[in-house]
């Protein structure tokens, strides 16, 4: 049996197919991206996103590295959603809402991003200070956050009428943006919210300070399982 070779550009089948045969287990993109593998997606350049291109760049490979841009990948979207992501000179950058949808066969993952995540898979490092810590919630098993739950987190970060907007039931920040699922309780108040998609929403929409959102994930208890998503985000986007 010939051996899966590895492209320095690998779409995300083939990246999929080369750490499947690495591994011997089977992987999605879905998995590939809760292990951490960062995806990249081609952007050819448009006036409407002229601030992602520096001068005299007309292409360039996007990073997909907000966490809700990557669960819409992962819940098997037929296209690429960015929101946040760096332009072509690696500076973060917020789009303007709803944000930019790209066509899906421009997604893929560098050589040597997959070499690395095959490294500390094969070779996991302990975390000591997380051995006293109790169990750890995987952000893929995370659902979502109530609204008065939501209220209660964010109460008091900003000059924005967050009530309002959770009790209208409908999707913030574009298409569904921050609204999950419907918890299974139902009722008019039964939409559980991503935090972390909400949080850069009320900063990128509403103007919230980001010391005020970086303070409530510092402090509040029931942002506690979502403070690893919130760290990594802001991470990539340089913040």
């Known amino acids: 049996m010939t051996a899966i070779s590895l492209p320095y550009r690998a779409t995300a089948l083939d990246a999929c197919a080369w750490l499947a045969e690495q591994t011997g287990t089977p992987w999605t993109l879905a998995r590939l991206l809760e292990q951490g593998g960062l995806p990249y997606v081609w952007l050819d350049y448009s006036e409407a996103w002229a601030e992602l291109f520096h001068d005299g760049v007309t292409r360039y490979a996007a990073p997909v590295v907000f966490i809700g841009d990557k669960q819409h990948l992962a819940s098997g979207a037929?296209?690429?959603?960015?929101?946040?992501?760096?332009?072509?000179?690696?500076?973060?950058?917020?789009?303007?809402?709803?944000?930019?949808?790209?066509?899906?066969?421009?997604?893929?993952?560098?050589?040597?991003?997959?070499?690395?995540?095959?490294?500390?898979?094969?070779?996991?490092?302990?975390?000591?200070?997380?051995?006293?810590?109790?169990?750890?919630?995987?952000?893929?098993?995370?659902?979502?956050?109530g609204r008065e739950q939501i209220l209660l987190a964010f109460a008091g970060v900003g000059k924005v009428d967050l009530d309002k907007g959770l009790a209208s039931g409908v999707g913030i920040f574009g298409d569904d943006g921050a609204r999950v699922r419907k918890n299974s309780r139902g009722g008019k108040n039964s939409h559980l919210w991503h935090p972390v998609t909400l949080a850069f929403g009320l900063h990128d929409v509403h103007r919230v300070p980001m010391a005020h959102l970086k303070k409530a994930f510092a402090t509040q208890p029931l942002l506690r399982e979502w403070k690893a998503d919130w760290l990594e985000s802001l991470r990539l986007l340089g913040e």
Do not use: C, Y
């Open 78 to 145: 037929d296209d690429v959603w960015l929101r946040f992501t760096r332009d072509s000179g690696n500076i973060a950058i917020e789009l303007k809402a709803p944000g930019l949808r790209a066509p899906l066969d421009g997604l893929h993952f560098q050589e040597r991003d997959l070499l690395r995540l095959l490294k500390e898979l094969q070779h996991p490092q302990p975390d000591v200070a997380e051995v006293d810590k109790g169990p750890v919630v995987l952000p893929s098993a995370l659902k979502g956050l």
